[in-house]
């Protein structure tokens, strides 16, 4: 089966061409018995799901195989001289998770998008990209080599440019769009640049052949190392959405929901942090970087989470969650616990995709309004959404033991806890971080669930018109529900003698070699039973509280989220304008960006250059040689035919001579 | 003679010369006639050009299809045509972009229909000329004939501006073309030979200071064809006032003139001069590639946006053949036709644009994609192809130009590499300008793409998309060739074939 691999990008892709030629005509055809969405939106989830049921039946295969590990190449793709790129894929435990994650989500995401987008005229260009997306993101997880990792890493940007942009004829989506592919790109400069050292360095490309160089090396490449590590960083804080590059993902909102779900939750935002799994030797070699890499991500899920606690969209909250929760993964990652990144992205790409859906069709029930300051009491008027909505904000708030987010959260948080190296004491700050960031992911996520499904409704015109989404919305509402909650128990704490599959098991062979490294390092401590339990108590106190808090303040006493945001008065409003972080890029960079570009033209080129050197020139040869003169006819012809008919005669001449 | 055994080169130069000479003969009335008769004979001169590629020996450096006649034979100077696996993509692009020429024409030019199609298929002879031959005189008969039809052609149907901006085109680039002829004269006077075979199988111990001077004579003439910074500021002014069939020619075909000649004539001939101007040349690449950028973010003019945006490719395209050794290099052919493509593809857009509106500036614009989503499809896989988008052509090049940069040279392959973020600034602000936001009432009438305008897009997006998936098909031919460049066959320690 694995060597058909391929067939999860060719159906997509066979997606976007139906819908890209005939998606207009097929709905036009079929328009008696079916909405628009129905026709290409059925397209566009087929090709889909056909695409998860190949990568299912790899996951089979695989599955009780040790070390399973095949690369599967296609063609050569670029050759010059000793360069070499094929277009060429590995399936491991690590690509095969994200394969799943990828079709499967994807897979229920399209078919929510058929019922989300049914108002929509454009639901052809919309599946388009959504397939083409899906294409995009199996070539990034794929790759056997960092080529096709960036090729599949510009092709999710282009994606994403294209569907935040979808609605183009707003301004505020148009320029979301272009902000995201433009802040994208900087990330990129970095990430095509630590390509570009690899290359230098090695003579490859192939993730394996790198691996291997690396391994056999004896120290002389550290500080080669170290800067691949910092500059695919780079990459991974443009596309994970990391402080000081997250700018873009909260404007992502701009794109329609299932957008949000797919693109700016579940899949492509995690893709730096796959990335760094992918290469957990190298950053396992660079464990200064890697400190650095932790504490961007804790100090990222922190402030995100700040902006995520006075937010009013629903979307935006979710969004700020989302850079919180991938500052969570990328903790992970930099502390050196590959796997529980890994599974902290798995289980967040079911419940983060669940809030954005449910979100979506409280959006879709509500005329498009998402302002949680005109939603509220819709718990009875949409109970499907209400609790599916419910589960995924408990598993995002750490609920104890019963949801996904709980355990996947707390792996990482041991982890953190457990870090030896430089310093215990970063170990400890990292987790005090984490910890905190837990409670307040507690409180604003259930801040969202009272301020949208409980209480008083707040617009009454607009709860009247509330309804209950139709089946083809609220199924996959379901089964993410079902997997926020069971996705948990597949990484279970082992020091409490718990089964953790997805590290120990699944995921093992791929960390061996980073986890030998980091063993032999003294990277982490390893806690017993009784300080576990002791961490685990914590995280689920901290949950609870944060709830409780929620409770406390959105539905006992209103009246202090109101007092308070008085009292914090400036504050407050620095952190409800996003720390006025966009306007300091917009003073600091872009002004001063175009003010450089509009001196260069209009002084420097037009002027200088143009002006004065080159028609100065001109012109003072003009002045002093009356030959010029009489030359300068007005007609250029004139004297243009007169040198063409020369060379011509000339040539003709000699020639026949 | 060659593997074909029949003198394709010179029959590849002649279809255009004397589809001339017929079209000469139909009355200037008779307009429908005159431009199918364009079309037809481009594309017979296009399919002539297939079998170049076709019967093309890959895996040999050297020159092939070559045909060598005395032609000043009491002077020793040779009517020698050939072709190796650089130029053999430049006349493909050549022919190809001929092609796209005329169909762009098609509406746009009315009047004048007949010599506007007359001298097109002068140019392309003239083109053609320069990229097969191997005999100096006859490359800079052929280098300054070129002139004479562009210049005529933005002179006679450019915008308003356009005498100015002929002018500034003729003279510029004529003046610069002289330091030329010097450096001919002075090879054949030192060597008494200008047949660029004999030339390189030779030993004429050039002396280094000759050779520094030879390349900046040749040198100067090429920066100003490319154009290198600070030597860019006549395309703007050609780009804007050209008609599009014009700018379609200048961008996708012309500028390449100028690298061809760096690769066939300066870095072989002079291998101590390249040494000396290489890092000179690559920082004014590289200058030019942040300075395009910017100076193209401040545009408002579309059109000179595009031309702005061609200064910082033609930018990457020059570093990777002075700074980007075999990988470099090899991407700067492919590059090469790449930008011919995307930018080419890019003028004809805006032209399908300007044909409708008469306007080129952004701000007239706003909205479009839902009146035409068409022309908006075509026109944002262009600007992808552009912007070096993987999956699409421009990106191969690019991306490989760099890395081969990058292992030469660090500094430079950073900051070039900059520039990739500043191309996604100003291709996307035109994108949003033009395409995306409300629709701006004025172009309520605007109407989507015909069938012709379809059919050149769809021909230019599917080569995007063949050279993205398959750039072997090209560096297949281009590597044997590119390694027997004495600079990189030095790096690569292979013998140079000495028939080349």
């Not at chain 1, 953790?500 to 986890?515: C, F, K, P, Q, T």
């Not at chain 2, 003019?301 to 930018?315: E, R």
């Amino acid at each position: 089966m694995v060597e058909y691999v391929w067939l999860t990008i060719a159906f997509p892709l066979i997606g976007v061409l139906i819908n890209l030629f005939f998606g207009r005509l097929l709905e036009d055809a079929f328009s008696k018995w079916f909405k628009r969405s129905e026709v290409t939106g059925f397209i566009g989830s087929v090709t889909v799901v056909l695409s998860f049921l190949v990568s299912f039946a790899i996951f089979l295969q695989a599955l009780g195989i040790e070390h399973f590990s095949h690369q599967v190449k296609l063609w050569d793709w670029i050759t010059i001289g000793d360069f070499h790129v094929a277009i060429s894929f590995l399936v491991d435990p690590l690509s095969i998770i994200m394969l799943l994650v990828v079709t499967g989500v994807g897979s229920l995401i399209h078919i929510y998008a058929v019922g989300y987008m049914d108002h929509d005229e454009g639901s052809a260009r919309f599946f388009t990209y959504l397939n083409l997306f899906v294409a995009s993101m199996l070539v990034l997880v794929l790759s056997d080599n960092y080529a096709g990792l960036y090729v599949g890493w510009e092709l999710v940007g282009v994606c994403s440019y294209l569907l935040i942009g979808f609605w183009f004829f707003k301004p505020s989506a148009a320029d979301a769009g272009k902000k995201a592919f433009i802040v994208n790109r900087i990330g990129d400069f970095g990430f095509a640049l630590g390509i570009f050292l690899i290359w230098s360095t090695f003579g490859t490309l192939d993730y394996m052949e790198v691996f291997h160089e690396v391994g056999a090396s004896h120290g002389e490449f550290a500080s080669v190392i170290n800067w691949v590590t910092i500059l695919l960083f780079v990459g991974a804080i443009g596309k994970s959405a990391q402080i000081p590059l997250y700018v873009w993902l909260p404007d992502a909102m701009e794109g329609p929901t299932p957008v949000s779900a797919l693109i700016h939750a579940a899949t492509m935002v995690t893709a730096g942090v796959y990335m760094i799994a992918r290469n957990n030797v190298l950053f396992a070699m660079a464990p200064n970087v890697s400190l650095v890499i932790a504490f961007v991500g804790a100090i990222t899920a922190f402030f995100a989470a700040t902006m995520a606690l006075v937010a009013f969209d629903l979307k935006r909250v979710l969004a700020y969650s989302t850079i919180s929760q991938l500052g969570y993964m990328i903790l992970a990652v930099g502390v050196g616990a590959y796997a529980a990144g890994i599974f902290h992205l798995f289980t967040h790409a079911f419940f983060k995709a669940l809030l954005f859906m449910a979100a979506g069709s409280v959006m879709h029930a509500m005329k498009g309004v998402i302002d949680m300051r005109r939603l509220g009491g819709l718990k009875d008027k949409m109970p499907e959404t209400y609790w599916t909505f419910l589960i995924g904000a408990a598993a995002l708030s750490g609920f104890p033991l019963i949801t996904a987010g709980f355990w996947s959260k707390d792996n990482i948080l041991v982890k953190a806890f457990e870090l030896q190296q430089p310093n215990q004491a970063f170990g400890i700050i990292l987790y005090t971080i984490g910890i905190i960031t837990a409670l307040l992911t507690a409180f604003y996520t259930f801040r969202a669930v009272f301020m949208t499904f409980h209480g008083e409704p707040r617009d009454k015109n607009l709860y009247d018109h509330a309804h209950e989404n139709r089946r083809v919305m609220t199924l996959p509402l379901w089964i993410l529900a079902i997997f926020s909650i069971g996705a948990g128990f597949l990484g279970l704490p082992s020091k409490l003698g718990l089964p953790n599959w997805i590290e120990d098991g699944w995921l093992y062979s791929v960390m061996a070699e980073s986890h030998e490294i980091l063993e032999h390092a003294h990277h982490f401590a390893h806690i017993g039973f009784g300080l576990e339990i002791a961490l685990l108590s914590i995280s689920a106190v901290v949950a609870l509280v944060g709830i409780f808090g929620a409770w406390h303040v959105y539905i006992r006493y209103p009246q202090i989220a109101v007092d308070t945001a008085r009292y914090a008065g400036r504050f407050y409003q620095l952190v409800l304008d996003k720390y006025r972080v966009d306007e300091l890029y917009d003073t600091w960079i872009i002004e001063p960006g175009k003010g450089l570009a509009d001196i260069l033209a209009k002084i420097v080129d037009m002027n200088f250059i143009d002006k004065t050197l080159v028609d100065g020139s001109a012109n003072s040869v003009r002045g002093l040689g009356h030959i010029m003169a009489i030359l300068q006819t007005g007609y250029i012809r004139n004297y243009v035919m007169v040198i063409f008919v020369g060379i011509v005669v000339m040539g003709v001449y000699f020639f026949l001579l | 003679m060659n593997q074909l055994g029949f003198p394709i080169i010179s029959t590849l130069l002649a279809i255009p010369l004397i589809g001339a000479l017929m079209l000469a003969a139909i009355p200037a009335s008779e307009k429908r006639a005159i431009r199918v008769g364009a079309l037809f004979i481009t594309l017979i001169a296009f399919f002539a050009s297939l079998p170049l590629y076709v019967s093309f020996t890959a895996g040999y450096g050297g020159f092939q299809f070559e045909e060598s006649y005395p032609w000043i034979a009491q002077l020793n100077i040779m009517y020698h045509v050939g072709i190796d696996g650089i130029s053999l993509f430049l006349v493909l692009l050549c022919t190809f972009l001929a092609v796209i020429s005329v169909l762009c024409s098609w509406s746009a030019i009315q009047e004048r229909t007949k010599e506007f199609m007359i001298l097109i298929l002068l140019m392309e002879t003239a083109m053609l000329g320069v990229f097969v031959s191997l005999d100096l005189f006859l490359f800079y008969v052929f280098w300054e004939a070129s002139l004479v039809p562009m210049a005529l052609l933005i002179g006679q149907w450019g915008s308003q501006d356009r005498v100015y901006a002929a002018v500034k085109f003729f003279l510029y680039t004529f003046i610069a073309s002289t330091l030329m002829l010097i450096g001919v004269v002075y090879v054949y006077i030192r060597t008494g030979h200008s047949d660029l075979g004999i030339l390189l199988a030779g030993d004429w111990h050039f002396t280094n200071g000759e050779q520094w001077w030879l390349f900046l004579a040749f040198g100067l003439a090429f920066a100003v064809k490319v154009p290198l910074f600070p030597f860019h500021t006549w395309l703007p002014a050609a780009h804007v006032q050209a008609p599009t069939a014009g700018s379609v020619i200048l961008a996708g075909v012309l500028l390449k003139m100028g690298v061809y000649g760096y690769l066939r004539i300066t870095n072989v001939l002079f291998p101590a001069g390249f040494e000396a101007w290489a890092p000179f040349l690559s920082m004014l690449a590289v200058i030019g590639i942040i300075y395009g950028a910017l100076v193209a973010l401040a545009q408002e003019d579309v059109k000179s946006l595009v031309a702005y945006s061609s200064v910082a490719h033609m930018g990457f395209i020059v570093l990777g053949i002075f700074s980007g050794g075999f990988q470099g290099t090899s991407g700067a052919v492919m590059q090469m036709v790449n930008h011919g493509l995307s930018t080419g593809a890019l003028f004809m857009m805006i032209g399908f644009l300007y044909e409708r509106r008469h306007t080129r500036m952004m701000h007239d614009y706003g909205g479009i994609f839902a009146k035409v989503p068409i022309f908006g499809a075509y026109f944002l896989i262009a600007v992808f192809s552009s912007v070096g988008l993987p999956g699409l052509n421009g990106f191969v090049g690019e991306f490989v130009i760099l890395v081969g940069t990058f292992k030469h040279n660090t500094f430079l392959a950073v900051i070039a590499t900059f520039g990739i973020v500043l191309a996604a600034w100003y291709l996307l602000t035109a994108v949003r300008e033009v395409m995306f936001g409300p629709l701006n009432p004025d172009n309520d009438g605007l109407t989507d793409l015909n069938f012709r305008e379809i059919s050149a897009a769809t021909a230019l997006t599917i080569l995007f998309f063949v050279l993205g998936f398959f750039p072997n098909l090209i560096f297949d031919k281009v590597n044997p060739s590119v390694e027997q460049l004495p600079q990189i066959a030095q790096q690569q320690n292979v013998t140079i074939v000495m028939d080349r």
